[in-house]
């Protein structure tokens, strides 16, 4: 069986190479494990809550109807940062292929967390389809828009933690040219720099960066991750350093950061907009694929 279903968790085996597996918990439809032939490729904190008492500090948690915190609008205002759907326990739709494994998960209005609902009350359905090929991760995203008269707006995001050696010998690879926010500068501008490379906190949202751009994580000259994006402008790099890891009461050892680091596909310099009846699909594929630098 290439799928196996628990109360909590759906796990998926590749019929071809037992070390190739993933695991998702149904609570966020969370991604909390991903091995190819043997080799675990997601970070997941030890603190992480597993419980579904707090989305969960690792792997690939879902970010939606709203990255970050917003201010601004009058219902997205009233969310926790990062939105509902890794709050929210995902039904399990079942399993659609079995070579490749692939299988989906389903949130509504009836099935997200009941308290974040009211304060966000519009329809939608989502529809989250993850594939473990022999040598990938794919998790794809199809939203829709199920209200007769209402528009949806909402931004997108897997808020992908890739699992590394160590963080001062890594870097993140064709972002460079890039218009971004920086989170800690609070300051717009253009990444002129060849590659991304980690010495203290960043949190970075590099912004419509061209879909044919392959963000590649380099060790030591090894691509040993390589993220291509379907429809998600925007990317987001965060390492939290010392000070914020220690802050993150789930973030376990408070050294983990030198072994992690997010490279975040998502829609979220701007809302996504949805008239009654219309959907988006959206994807992300995880691999170690050749070292491709791009010339820009
Ligand atoms: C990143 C943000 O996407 O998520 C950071 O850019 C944030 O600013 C990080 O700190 C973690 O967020 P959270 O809500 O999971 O602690």
């Known amino acids: 069986m290439s799928v196996q279903e628990n109360d909590n968790e759906v796990i998926l085996v590749h019929p071809e190479n037992s070390k190739t597996t ?25 603190g992480a809550k597993m419980d579904g008492s707090k989305p969960v500090r690792g792997g690939i948690p879902l970010v939606f109807p709203v990255f970050g915190k917003n201010n601004s609008d009058e219902h997205l205002s009233k969310l926790p940062q990062h939105g509902l759907a890794r709050n929210s326990t ?9 070579n490749p494994p692939v299988v989906q998960f389903g949130l509504g209005p009836e099935f997200a967390n009941e308290e974040l609902t009211k304060l966000w009350p519009f329809d939608y359905s989502l529809v989250l389809t993850v594939e473990l090929g022999k040598e990938h991760l794919k998790t794809a995203i199809e939203v829709a828009n199920t209200s007769r008269n209402e528009t949806l707006k909402f931004n997108w995001l ?70 291509q994006r379907h429809n998600l402008p925007d990317a987001v790099v965060w390492n939290p350093w010392v000070e914020k890891s220690k802050g993150m009461a789930d973030f ?5 950061f030198k072994e992690m680091v997010c490279v975040e596909p998502g829609y979220v310099h701007d809302f996504v907009v949805l008239q009654p009846g219309q959907t988006w699909n959206a994807h992300q594929v995880l691999s170690k694929a050749d070292l491709q630098y791009q010339i820009v």
Not at 32 to 42: A, H, K, R
Not at 252 to 256: I, L, Q, S, V
């Open 22 to 46: 993933t695991k998702i918990l149904k609570y966020g439809a969370t991604v909390f494990s991903w091995t190819l032939n043997g080799e675990e490729q997601l970070w997941l904190s030890r």
């Open 90 to 98: 995902w039904e399990f739709l079942g399993q659609v292929s079995a």
């Open 158 to 227: 897997f808020h992908t933690y890739l699992k590394i050696p160590d963080i001062e010998e890594t870097m993140v690879s064709n972002l460079s040219g890039s218009k971004l926010y920086d989170q800690m500068l609070q300051q717009s501008y253009v990444d002129r720099q060849p590659v991304v490379s980690f010495h203290e906190e960043l949190d970075r949202i590099y912004q419509q960066v061209d879909s044919e751009r392959i963000i590649q994580v380099v060790d030591k000259g090894h691509p040993i991750h390589t993220v």
């Open 252 to 256: 376990e050892p408070k050294d983990g």
